[in-house]
């Protein structure tokens, strides 16, 4: 089960918030909207996006293109969805509204673009484990969606958080 960060709930309470196995052994990438509605991966199947109502209702928010899977999910502050897609090597962009889901960034020199961070001017950085080498790098993802090394040689990278200055 899902322990949400749904806005309704206090800090320091946790408690599920969908039933046993809503979501697949997938699941990734937690973030909340402004709305307080709770989003991760592979809800029902692999290659969906699952929101999580403040209320507790579940529904797929969308399902991804063909052969994608994602990962880490963030929001913008207009509110559009960010999702690594590691599968294809892509960081995919969502709209809200039309849920329409398409290719903000594509590099194929990704492994598979793991955990997003995004920075106060909007920038996005990816985590890139390599886990059959045990290595990774962290890539920066301008606001057009222009991929650039960020860093490099590190040990498998994962989780990622940018400090808000």
């Given amino acids: 089960m899902l322990s949400g960060c749904l806005a309704n709930q206090a800090a320091d309470e946790a408690r599920p918030v969908t039933a046993a196995n809503s979501f697949t052994a997938g699941i990734e990438g937690p973030a909340c909207d402004a709305r307080g509605n709770l989003y991760a991966v592979n809800y029902q199947q ?22 994608s899977v994602g990962n880490g999910i963030r929001f913008d502050r207009q509110g559009i969805m960010y999702v690594a897609d590691y599968k294809r090597h892509n960081v ?3 709209d809200p509204t039309t849920r329409h889901v398409g290719v903000f960034a594509h590099d194929d020199r990704f492994h598979q673009p793991n955990d997003l961070a995004i ?10 484990p390599n886990w059959k080498e045990g290595t990774g790098r962290v890539w920066r993802i301008d606001r057009a969606g222009r991929v650039s090394l ?3 040689g590190m040990d498998t990278t994962k989780a990622i958080a940018v400090s808000p200055d």
């Fill in 119 to 128: 920075a106060p001017d909007d920038t996005l950085y990816a985590s890139d």
């Fill in 150 to 152: 960020a860093a490099d």
């Fill in 92 to 94: 995919l962009r969502i």
């Fill in 46 to 67: 692999q290659g969906t996006i699952g929101r999580v109502a403040p209320d507790g209702r579940a529904d797929v928010f969308v399902t991804l293109p063909e052969g």
